[in-house]
């Protein structure tokens, strides 16, 4: 049985890592980002690159598009050289972006007057779990496409769940960066705490990581925050995105987030301060 043809928009941090695993696996993969350079250990390995969306997706028969900010990608999908000006009837989009529950919507139903069909399944991971294919991958949409596509998350996932609806998978997303963002205040001060106390960080996180405190961010990030590598696996500038998407749904149904409000308060501190690129473990940052 012929391998489906996959189009893949937007090779970042995580993205490029995804499309090593699809070819890997032997999956014909066109690309499009913005700057070709950028992508050229993908080229090297066989990926196919194009100068638009549109042409990246001709002749496929699934797309993933994994970009920045929900206006990319509204553009990215409706635009004049976007996916939808150029995509065969028939085919599949998936958004793996971190984006608005409303947009996704609206793809879904776009998708479907069209004959195309839509998923929205942003990730959760980072950098590491992009690189190792173990991805957290929290998908909205119809059920019978999410079955048809599983083998392939699998290629990039290992903890994929069905949540619902077109939607559903972005408001789950909010739930996990709700989550990660209160914890990170406690990974960055449990650190400066520690550290002020005159105890060895390693042998604190030896200790804490294994019983209730532990997380994901303390395992992965605080490390890096105990070296000061402020390299992103994610960037501050989408959490403070993500942020801003929950809140403005939180409003929506009428939520107070306090926790939340303090994360994305110290996060703007360290924007204001330059540093948008940085990853968030940079959050320690603010307590030096």
Avoid at 256 to 261: S, V
Wanted: proline fraction near 2%; charged fraction near 20%.
């Amino acid at each position: 049985m012929k391998k489906e043809t996959i189009a893949f928009i937007g090779t970042g941090v995580m993205g490029k890592s995804i499309v090593h695993h699809l070819l890997n696996a032997q999956y014909e993969v066109h690309i499009y980002t913005r700057t070709a350079s950028k992508a050229e250990s993908l080229i090297e390995k066989g990926a196919i690159w194009h100068s638009t969306a549109a042409e990246a997706v001709g002749t496929a028969d699934l797309v993933f598009t994994m970009v920045g900010y929900p206006s990319d990608v509204e553009e990215v999908y409706f635009g004049d050289t976007g996916i939808f000006s150029n995509l065969s009837k028939g085919a599949v989009v998936v958004d793996l972006t971190t984006s608005q529950p409303v947009l996704a919507k609206k793809i879904a139903q776009y998708a479907s007057e069209n004959q195309f069909k839509a998923l929205d399944a942003p990730v959760s991971g980072g950098d590491i779990g992009a690189q190792n294919g173990t991805l957290s991958i929290m998908v909205g949409g119809e059920k019978s496409v999410f079955d048809q596509l599983l083998p392939i998350f699998e290629v990039f996932g290992q903890n994929i769940v069905y949540q619902g609806a077109a939607g559903a998978g972005q408001h789950t997303k909010m739930c996990n960066q709700i989550a990660i963002a209160t914890n990170m205040i406690g990974v960055a001060e449990a650190l400066v705490y520690g550290k002020k106390a005159g105890l060895d960080l390693e042998t604190v996180l030896k200790s804490i990581e294994a019983g209730a405190a532990g997380s994901w961010s303390l395992s992965n990030l605080g490390p890096r925050m105990m070296k000061g590598d402020q390299a992103p696996g994610f960037y501050i500038k989408h959490f403070l995105k993500d942020m801003r998407i929950a809140l403005e749904e939180a409003e929506l149904m009428g939520l107070h987030l306090p926790g939340l409000e303090l994360s994305k308060k110290l996060y703007d501190e360290l924007v204001n301060e330059g540093m948008a690129e940085n990853g968030t473990q940079a959050l320690i940052a603010y307590y030096k």
